[in-house]
């Protein structure tokens, strides 16, 4: 608060400085006092003039307070006179107001004077413009029943050519007195109207009585004349003369193809259209000029019609059920589909683009067939029944190289093409559902009669038992692409309603199912020809090789076996499915040795030079055969036989525990002491001396490995000990001297 203080009475001293300016230090706002004494008497010989100097101050003192004295006493005079003057200008506004009052009750007075002389003035304006409005609405009126006269004059006489504009004008008139209905003589106008309008729209209805088929008129600008009144008749009346012109050319429909008569004959459809088709060049002819082209008249019956037949063909079908011929069935719907063709040409001539012309005909008759369309799915699925049974009876299960797929599979694909063509030209609706569940019945039925051959196969290994798979196999192959194009087809031409419903994955997964199951037949025939080879390699005693040969005589007979069914395969197999099932085949071999070796045990060092060199030759064997085909073949030949040369490097590891389990460790880095305990038994380590390589792989001596391992050991040392008491000659009393 100090320092507010401070600063607010230093600013006032400035302000005092600006406004009255001095030289004088004492009026200084930077003044002190301490300073100033010290400059005036700065020694003791100084102070010797300091009663003059305290004269002085005191004298100024005394002119100062005389000053503040006086100029108070002047501002007090000035108060006085101020208050004065306020009370001369107070009494002047109240004059200045007074004043202005009288002005306005002046100016007041004025403008009613100025109304009483105008008043008369204005009485006469409006009555002026009452008196127009009388006179514009009696003309109006007038003219009403003026033009009402000679509006029922060209009725009576027929002649339309002027009566559209006049009774629009009457109507917009008369649109005008709508707010006085309660006058009678309006009311009386409005009835007159509504039966002038009533009588036109009978006599013109009556003009367009008939069709125009048999009674053609002649006067056909007066035709045309009486249809422009239509529209002035009001919106409805119009509509309501297009419903009843079209109704009457459908009474001329059903008079010509009553039910029952040989035209009406489903086998005569094509009459109906013929019929309509005539129909529609006279109306062309005769009408066309009449009506306005917006109002779509020839469009209207061409729909009723339309609807009209398709009622009557549903109808006919409904009653020829049990009798309904499938050939006559197709028939009628080809020309009807024909019909609906020709419909969207004649039209979209006529400027109409074609997708709204589609959307309006296409299936507007040929729908009625939807429901009957299973006498053609029955006389199909009858077809396809015999000529599956057929195609299997006559099959005979021979292939060769340029055609690797059973006849049986291209004659039911075939069939179905053909008559997935002649349904399209048909029908994209229930009838095309209908053959494409057929299809898929009997292609599933096919694909169950393969895999019931496939099974009946299983004990044979013959060439022409091999021939028969590898055909089963391609004609999988061929029926699930077959099928995947179809689902495609039949997706891009069914009806929306349907597209959802369309789905063959079933029928895709049987084949990629029996596919796969002729590719494993095929391997189990080939590894019941290596049975000997197999055989041959567990008979071998690889603990007593006495010396390395270039190979045992099991990777011979592997060798040959699989050069004899090579090219077979290759020949036979379609070339996408041959890498895959080398690849299959392969490694069924590779794992079917691992599975012989790993049974063996007390493998030699020689015996396990021998097995590595027995693998290296059967890796170039397998490389070899499938050499021609992609490289992936044999670099998985590679990937599956490595573990087998890796096995044989532990084979051939120095005994000592640290050399065979360091060994171990960085060849299956990934694999654990239960398959280095394995591989120790294959080397012929008793169980008594695996606890030193366990210690050295790092296992607790508590694990259950460990004590199976002991137990094993403790057994085994009793077997031999029983063994070895039985071959004693001491128990039999031998070398005793006895």
Known sequence: KNSRALKGASLMSFDLNQLFPSSDPLDSPDFNLVEWINKRFPNEESLEGIEDEVTLMRDKIKKIDEQIITEISQQSKAGAKGKEQLEQAQQSIMLLFQKINDIKGQAQEAERMVKEITGDITELD???????????????????????????????????????????????????????????????????????????????????????????????????????????????????????????????????????????????????????????????????????????????????????????????????????????????????????????????????????????????????????????????????????????????????????????????????????????????????????????????????????????????????????????????????????????????????????????????????????????????????????????LSDIDWATIDAVRDQSPFVTMIQSELNTVFPLFSELIAEKHFGPFCYALITSVVKTVESTISKMRGISELGSEQLLCDIKMLKNSLSKISATEEKWISKRIGQQIAPLEKLCQILLSPPEPMVLVSTYKSLFPSSGPEQLVKYLEMKGIKKSEQESYLDQYGTTKNSSLRQSIREAAQEEESTHRKIASFFDPKQYGLGTGK
């Open 126 to 536: 409006t009555a002026k413009t009452n008196l127009t409005l009388s006179i514009r609405a009696l003309t109006q009126l007038n003219n009403i029943v003026s033009r009402l006269a000679q509006i029922k004059e060209m009725v009576q006489t027929r002649q339309y050519s002027d009566v559209a504009y006049s009774l629009e004008a009457v109507l917009e008139m008369l649109k005008l007195f709508d707010d006085f209905k309660n006058v009678p003589k309006i009311l009386q106008l409005h009835r007159e109207t509504e039966e002038l309008i009533e009588t036109l729209k009978v006599q013109i209805f009556e003009e367009f009585k008939g069709d125009f088929i048999h009674s053609r008129s002649a006067d056909i600008k007066n035709l045309s004349s009486a249809a422009r009144v239509l529209p002035v008749l009001g919106p409805e009346v119009k509509a309501q003369f297009i419903k009843d012109f079209s109704q009457r050319q459908i009474a001329a429909y059903d008079m010509e193809f009553v039910t029952g008569s040989e035209s009406s004959k489903l086998d005569h459809t094509e009459r109906r259209y013929s019929w309509f088709m005539k129909l529609l060049n006279e109306y062309n002819r005769d009408y066309a000029p009449v009506f306005d082209p917006q109002w779509h008249v020839d469009e209207v019956i061409t729909r009723d019609i339309c609807l009209r037949t398709r009622e009557a063909l549903i109808n006919l079908m409904g009653m020829m059920r049990d009798n309904l011929d499938p050939h006559t069935l197709k028939r009628a719907l080809k020309k009807t589909l024909l019909f609906e063709k020709e419909l969207v040409k004649i039209f979209s001539a006529k400027g109409i683009p074609e997708e709204t012309l589609r959307k309006n005909y296409n299936g507007i008759v040929s729908i009625a067939f939807d429901d009957f369309m299973y006498i053609n799915t029955q006389q199909e699925e009858r077809v396809m029944q015999e000529m599956l049974a057929q195609a299997l009876d006559e099959e005979k299960w021979r292939i060769d190289s340029k055609s690797k797929v059973l006849e049986s599979a291209k004659i039911i694909v075939f069939h179905f093409v053909k008559a997935r063509e002649e349904c399209l030209a048909l029908s994209t609706g229930v009838g095309f559902f209908d053959l494409y569940k057929l299809f898929q019945k009997y292609l599933e039925k096919y694909g169950t009669a393969l895999k019931t051959k496939l099974r009946g196969l299983e004990s044979k290994t013959d060439d022409s038992t091999l021939r028969i798979i590898c055909a089963i196999l391609n004609t999988a192959d061929f029926c699930c692409n077959t099928a995947q194009e179809v689902e495609l087809g039949i997706k891009q031409a069914i009806d929306d309603r349907f597209k959802e419903k369309v789905v063959l994955k079933p029928t895709i997964d049987l084949f990629e199912g029996l596919l796969n199951a002729s590719v494993d037949a095929l391997v189990s025939k080939v590894n019941l020809k290596l049975d000997g080879a197999f055989n041959s």
